[in-house]
Nanobody, 124 residues
Framework: QVQLVESGGGLVQAGGSLRLSCAAS????????MGWFRQAPGKEREFVAA????????YYADSVKGRFTISRDNAKNTVSLQMNSLKPEDTAVYYC?????????????????WGQGTQVTVSS
């Protein structure tokens, strides 16, 4: 089992940057693909980015490609999301999640473990 705790959210102006971190408990962190999702008020949870167990493969939603970068440090049991050139439409609660599949998954209900989320607000 994996417990996930996100941090790094906050209020930023459009065009600014934030770095989200997700700390995982347990010794099996390296056996999970990791993903970031977000959910804005009144909207469904949507995929943002995913990274493979080793970190060698990544995948991004079209809406964040070129602006966001996902990375992981298996020695520290952390996964991060560097968010640059933020837009007001990026405002949402951001969640990290862990998945035991052998391919990168974009569907939220396929992920096994979730953090509690961290709020990101981008002002115009």
């Amino acid at each position: 089992q994996v417990q996930l705790v996100e941090s790094g959210g906050g209020l930023v102006q459009a065009g600014g940057s934030l770095r989200l971190s997700c700390a995982a408990s347990g010794r099996s962190f390296g056996s999970y693909n990791m993903g970031w999702f977000r959910q804005a008020p009144g909207k469904e949870r949507e995929f943002v980015a995913a990274i493979s167990r080793s970190g060698s493969s990544t995948y991004y939603a079209d809406s964040v490609k070129g602006r966001f970068t996902i990375s992981r440090d298996n020695a520290k049991n952390t996964v991060s999301l560097q968010m640059n050139s933020l837009k007001p439409e990026d405002t949402a609660v951001y969640y990290c999640a862990a998945d035991r599949s052998f391919v990168l998954i974009m569907t939220p209900n396929r992920y096994d473990y979730w953090g509690q989320g961290t709020q990101v607000t981008v002002s115009s």
